[in-house]
């Protein structure tokens, strides 16, 4: 089945610093979601985008998302320590009746 | 407060025993879902239930068994069959349909439970 894939996999940065993230699928899709992660815990929804949608955006977080290039990124700005998890795109691919993960994009935020 | 409970946290069990985690949400979704987690490899999905009395196979469903009695309840047992099952296990559910434009709608996700057999 169809998988978004993050890039990079891990990201080490300073707090204040931003943080961004890419994912890219392979099939055409009907939107993009972007989920967070603390260790040891579930899933967290943070945004969906459509794939009518270029950006969008949720308080610190900004997502975009290029449906000709098949990818997404997700950009975190103004990090704090506690946005220290692993960030996971999922696809809602067309004809499909289930989201795709990726394999996570994991994220430590220094203090 | 709506959710999605799993219990328990922690659940150790001997290889041959069959093993049932539980589910439940107080969300009023129609669809729940089963996903298995492994260091490296994302979430893969078990199985998912759309409807009460109904549910579908993921792309990782053998060893594992479901039940959908209840809209509010979605077991999985792991089997003795299942040949790998140490691993942590999370729950989600969704509303279904989501409607025209978005087909699959937003998971909320339960806290997991981590099965470790030996």
């Known amino acids: 089945s169809q998988q978004g894939e993050e890039d990079p996999q891990a990201l080490s940065i300073q707090e204040g610093e931003n943080a961004t993230m890419n994912c890219s699928y392979k099939t055409s899709i009907n939107n993009l979601q972007w989920y967070r992660q603390n260790s040891g815990r579930g899933l967290v929804h943070l945004i969906l985008i459509r794939s009518n949608e270029r950006e969008k955006h949720s308080g610190r977080l900004r997502v975009t998302l290029d449906t000709s290039k098949k990818s997404s990124s997700l950009l975190i700005t103004a990090s704090r320590a506690a946005d220290t998890a692993s960030y996971f795109c999922?696809?809602?691919?067309?004809?499909?009746?289930?989201?795709?993960f990726g394999k996570g994009n994991q994220v430590v935020v220094i203090p | 407060d709506g959710g999605i409970t799993q219990s328990p946290k922690y659940l150790f069990r001997k290889e041959g025993q069959n093993v049932t985690l539980s589910c439940e949400q107080n969300?009023?979704?129609?669809?729940m879902y089963w996903y298995r987690q492994d260091p490296g490899q994302g979430l893969r999905l078990i199985y998912y239930?759309?409807?009460?009395?109904?549910?579908q196979k993921g792309d990782i469903a053998e060893g594992y068994s479901v039940s959908r009695e209840k809209k509010e309840s979605f077991p999985l047992t792991v089997t003795s069959a299942q040949k790998n099952p140490t691993a942590f296990y999370l729950c989600a559910s969704s509303i279904f349909p989501a409607g025209p434009e978005i087909r699959n709608s937003p998971l909320h996700f339960g806290n997991g439970t981590r099965l470790t057999v030996t």
């Open positions: 239930s759309q409807i009460v009395n109904d549910f």
């Open positions: 999922a696809t809602d691919a067309r004809g499909n009746n289930r989201l795709a």
């Open positions: 969300l009023n979704h129609d669809a």
